[in-house]
């Protein structure tokens, strides 16, 4: 893994050991270059943040801050390290719980991205679904990006139950299973 552009173009990135599945380069070279110049400036929340690639991605592309969210100690503890080797200003990692962290969050951010473990089965929990509450509302600025990387079959992934009250989904791209679903605030 390693960044793609911007001032850390070419650092490789650590990946922490264990169940960590860290957006794959291609998927966010993609995602980056859909988003463009809404990057430069932006306020940033990755949430379950695993290597803090996406959050130092969107740094080495110019946006202002950076914040990482993971509630495991081995992906903090690799997203600080990638992030000191980056040398860029901006960015913080937080552990926490990532719906408890949006509950009591007071910022705002132009983009917020959310990687969580995928729902593989029915039944298993879609964490994507349980954060498209008000509250997340709250922290997206006004024209924001909410922006869901999910595994196609069951919860978000399925094209059946990507509709939230209060959200409007305004784009969809495909990279193998892999799915990133925009989202908006609906007017």
């Known amino acids: ?31 980056f270059n859909i988003l463009g110049s809404l990057v430069t400036g932006a306020r940033v929340l990755d949430l379950y943040c695993g290597s803090g690639s996406v959050g130092i991605e969107a740094l080495s592309r110019g946006a202002a801050s950076a914040r990482m969210v993971d509630a495991a100690r081995a992906s903090c503890a690799m997203a600080r390290h990638n992030l000191e080797q980056s040398k860029l200003p901006g960015g913080s990692v937080v552990q926490s719980d990532c719906l408890a962290f949006v509950k009591r969050d007071a910022g705002q951010y132009d983009i917020i ?3 969580p473990p995928y729902a593989k089965a029915i039944g298993d929990r879609d964490m994507i679904a349980e954060l498209m509450t008000d509250r997340l509302h709250e922290l997206l600025a ?22 939230f009250p209060g959200w409007q989904l305004v ?17």
């Open 113 to 115: 991205f959310a990687d």
């Open 142 to 163: 006004p024209g924001g990006y909410m922006i869901a990387e999910a595994q196609l079959g069951y919860g978000v992934g399925d094209a059946h139950s990507r509709d």
């Open 171 to 187: 784009d969809e791209r495909r990279y193998g299973k892999n799915t990133i679903l925009f989202y908006q605030t609906a007017p």
């Open 1 to 31: 893994m390693r960044i793609i552009a911007g001032k850390a173009k070419g650092l490789q990135i650590k990946v922490p050991q264990g169940e960590v599945r860290p957006t794959q380069d291609r998927v966010r070279e993609a995602l």
